[in-house]
Protein backbone atom coordinates (compact mmCIF):
# COMPACT_ATOMS: atom_id res chain seq x y z
CA UNK A 1 0.00 0.00 0.00
CA UNK A 2 1.54 3.44 -1.00
CA UNK A 3 -0.58 6.56 0.44
CA UNK A 4 0.17 10.03 0.48
CA UNK A 5 -1.39 12.34 2.25
CA UNK A 6 -1.91 15.98 1.17
CA UNK A 7 -3.71 19.41 3.22
CA UNK A 8 -2.77 22.59 3.59
CA UNK A 9 -0.01 23.97 5.46
CA UNK A 10 -0.46 23.33 9.29
CA UNK A 11 -2.87 20.86 8.66
CA UNK A 12 -0.79 17.98 10.10
CA UNK A 13 0.38 15.91 7.07
CA UNK A 14 3.70 14.99 8.71
CA UNK A 15 2.04 14.04 11.89
CA UNK A 16 -0.69 11.91 9.88
CA UNK A 17 1.79 10.24 7.99
CA UNK A 18 4.08 9.64 10.55
CA UNK A 19 1.40 7.86 12.60
CA UNK A 20 -0.14 6.17 9.70
CA UNK A 21 3.53 4.94 8.33
CA UNK A 22 4.11 3.59 12.13
CA UNK A 23 0.78 2.10 12.62
CA UNK A 24 1.19 0.25 8.41
CA UNK A 25 5.12 -0.66 9.77
CA UNK A 26 5.90 1.02 6.40
CA UNK A 27 8.68 3.88 5.29
CA UNK A 28 7.35 7.68 5.92
CA UNK A 29 8.63 9.74 3.13
CA UNK A 30 8.69 13.42 3.91
CA UNK A 31 8.85 15.27 0.77
CA UNK A 32 9.88 18.69 2.76
CA UNK A 33 12.73 17.04 3.96
CA UNK A 34 13.52 16.01 -0.01
CA UNK A 35 12.87 19.76 -1.23
CA UNK A 36 14.42 21.59 2.01
CA UNK A 37 17.70 21.94 1.43
CA UNK A 38 20.59 23.89 3.50
CA UNK A 39 20.15 27.37 4.37
CA UNK A 40 16.50 27.49 3.61
CA UNK A 41 16.96 26.25 -0.14
CA UNK A 42 13.77 25.06 -2.04
CA UNK A 43 15.36 22.37 -4.45
CA UNK A 44 11.64 22.37 -5.49
CA UNK A 45 12.04 25.69 -6.74
CA UNK A 46 15.97 26.18 -7.66
CA UNK A 47 16.01 22.84 -9.48
CA UNK A 48 12.72 21.24 -10.16
CA UNK A 49 14.40 18.42 -11.92
CA UNK A 50 16.34 17.39 -9.01
CA UNK A 51 13.68 17.19 -6.80
CA UNK A 52 11.10 15.57 -9.11
CA UNK A 53 14.17 12.89 -9.12
CA UNK A 54 15.12 12.70 -5.92
CA UNK A 55 11.09 12.31 -4.45
CA UNK A 56 10.89 9.64 -7.39
CA UNK A 57 13.93 7.69 -5.45
CA UNK A 58 11.88 8.26 -2.46
CA UNK A 59 9.02 6.81 -3.67
CA UNK A 60 10.41 3.80 -5.46
CA UNK A 61 9.52 1.18 -2.89
CA UNK A 62 6.17 -0.54 -2.71
CA UNK A 63 5.19 0.61 0.56
CA UNK A 64 5.15 3.81 1.84
CA UNK A 65 3.02 7.03 3.20
CA UNK A 66 4.58 9.86 1.61
CA UNK A 67 3.47 13.70 3.15
CA UNK A 68 3.53 16.96 0.75
CA UNK A 69 1.99 19.48 -1.36
CA UNK A 70 4.50 19.91 -4.18
CA UNK A 71 3.22 20.50 -7.81
CA UNK A 72 6.52 19.31 -9.63
CA UNK A 73 6.06 15.82 -7.60
CA UNK A 74 1.82 15.06 -7.71
CA UNK A 75 2.57 13.44 -10.95
CA UNK A 76 5.10 11.20 -9.41
CA UNK A 77 2.96 10.67 -6.57
CA UNK A 78 -0.14 10.25 -7.63
CA UNK A 79 1.58 7.63 -10.17
CA UNK A 80 2.42 5.20 -7.41
CA UNK A 81 -0.16 6.36 -4.77
CA UNK A 82 -2.89 3.23 -4.27
CA UNK A 83 -4.37 5.87 -1.51
CA UNK A 84 -4.83 9.46 -1.56
CA UNK A 85 -5.78 11.62 1.92
CA UNK A 86 -6.44 14.94 1.85
CA UNK A 87 -6.68 16.51 5.48
CA UNK A 88 -9.35 19.36 5.14
CA UNK A 89 -9.75 20.49 8.36
CA UNK A 90 -11.64 24.23 9.46
CA UNK A 91 -8.94 27.41 9.11
CA UNK A 92 -9.37 28.10 12.49
CA UNK A 93 -7.96 24.47 13.77
CA UNK A 94 -5.74 24.37 11.08
CA UNK A 95 -4.27 28.11 12.15
CA UNK A 96 -4.19 26.86 15.55
CA UNK A 97 -2.05 23.54 14.83
CA UNK A 98 0.61 25.30 12.72
CA UNK A 99 0.46 28.44 15.34
CA UNK A 100 1.31 26.01 18.08
CA UNK A 101 3.96 23.99 16.01
CA UNK A 102 6.12 26.93 14.99
CA UNK A 103 6.30 28.20 18.35
CA UNK A 104 7.64 24.68 19.98
CA UNK A 105 10.12 24.82 16.62
CA UNK A 106 11.30 28.57 17.43
CA UNK A 107 11.60 28.03 21.01
CA UNK A 108 13.35 24.29 20.50
CA UNK A 109 15.70 25.59 17.98
CA UNK A 110 15.82 22.06 16.81
CA UNK A 111 17.04 21.46 13.48
CA UNK A 112 13.99 20.34 10.90
CA UNK A 113 15.64 18.41 8.66
CA UNK A 114 18.93 16.44 9.68
CA UNK A 115 21.83 18.05 8.08
CA UNK A 116 20.31 21.15 7.07
CA UNK A 117 20.81 23.92 9.61
CA UNK A 118 17.27 24.75 9.17
CA UNK A 119 15.45 25.87 11.80
CA UNK A 120 12.17 27.98 12.89
CA UNK A 121 13.15 31.37 14.40
CA UNK A 122 10.58 33.73 16.19
CA UNK A 123 12.08 36.52 13.93
CA UNK A 124 10.73 35.03 10.61
CA UNK A 125 6.92 34.80 11.47
CA UNK A 126 5.84 37.71 9.96
CA UNK A 127 7.57 36.70 6.83
CA UNK A 128 5.55 35.72 3.58
CA UNK A 129 7.07 32.42 3.48
CA UNK A 130 6.77 31.50 7.44
CA UNK A 131 3.85 28.73 7.56
CA UNK A 132 1.83 30.85 9.62
CA UNK A 133 0.89 33.19 6.79
CA UNK A 134 1.44 30.48 4.32
CA UNK A 135 -1.18 28.41 6.01
CA UNK A 136 -3.57 31.96 5.94
CA UNK A 137 -2.36 32.89 2.76
CA UNK A 138 -2.75 29.62 1.06
CA UNK A 139 -6.08 28.11 2.59
CA UNK A 140 -8.80 28.50 0.38
CA UNK A 141 -6.48 28.45 -2.89
CA UNK A 142 -5.52 24.57 -1.56
CA UNK A 143 -9.30 23.98 -1.15
CA UNK A 144 -9.80 24.86 -3.94
CA UNK A 145 -7.17 22.55 -5.48
CA UNK A 146 -7.57 19.21 -3.56
CA UNK A 147 -11.65 19.74 -4.64
CA UNK A 148 -10.63 19.84 -8.12
CA UNK A 149 -8.12 17.18 -8.08
CA UNK A 150 -10.56 14.75 -5.94
CA UNK A 151 -12.66 15.62 -8.56
CA UNK A 152 -10.44 14.09 -11.26
CA UNK A 153 -9.31 10.89 -9.23
CA UNK A 154 -13.22 9.99 -8.92
CA UNK A 155 -13.37 7.59 -10.88
CA UNK A 156 -9.75 6.27 -11.11
CA UNK A 157 -7.59 3.71 -9.66
CA UNK A 158 -6.69 6.04 -6.92
CA UNK A 159 -8.78 5.51 -3.60
CA UNK A 160 -9.43 8.92 -1.99
CA UNK A 161 -10.30 9.78 1.27
CA UNK A 162 -11.31 13.22 2.57
CA UNK A 163 -10.87 13.78 6.27
CA UNK A 164 -12.71 16.59 7.93
CA UNK A 165 -12.38 15.96 11.56
CA UNK A 166 -9.82 14.70 13.57
CA UNK A 167 -11.50 11.76 14.55
CA UNK A 168 -11.89 10.80 10.96
CA UNK A 169 -8.30 10.78 11.06
CA UNK A 170 -7.73 8.29 13.64
CA UNK A 171 -10.47 6.25 12.28
CA UNK A 172 -8.28 6.12 8.97
CA UNK A 173 -5.16 5.28 10.22
CA UNK A 174 -7.09 2.38 12.39
CA UNK A 175 -8.24 1.44 9.06
CA UNK A 176 -5.82 1.25 6.43
CA UNK A 177 -3.11 -0.17 9.11
CA UNK A 178 -5.94 -3.12 9.03
CA UNK A 179 -6.51 -3.30 5.43
CA UNK A 180 -1.96 -3.31 5.09
CA UNK A 181 -1.84 -6.15 7.54
CA UNK A 182 0.05 -4.28 10.25
Same mark, same amino acid.
Given at each position: MRVAAVGTSGSGKTTFAGRLAAAMGVRHVELDAVT %?? *?? %? +?? #?????PAEFVRRAGEALAGEDWVACGNYITSRPTLLARATDLVWLDYPRPLVMARVIRRSFVRAAGQEELWPGTGNREAFADWFGREHPIRWAWDTYDRRKRQYEALFGMLADGP? !? &? %? !? +? &? !?? %?? *?? *? #???? #?????? *?
Open positions: %WQ *AG %W +VA #LHETDV !R &T %W !R +V &T !RP %WE *AE *A #LIAR #LAAEAG *A
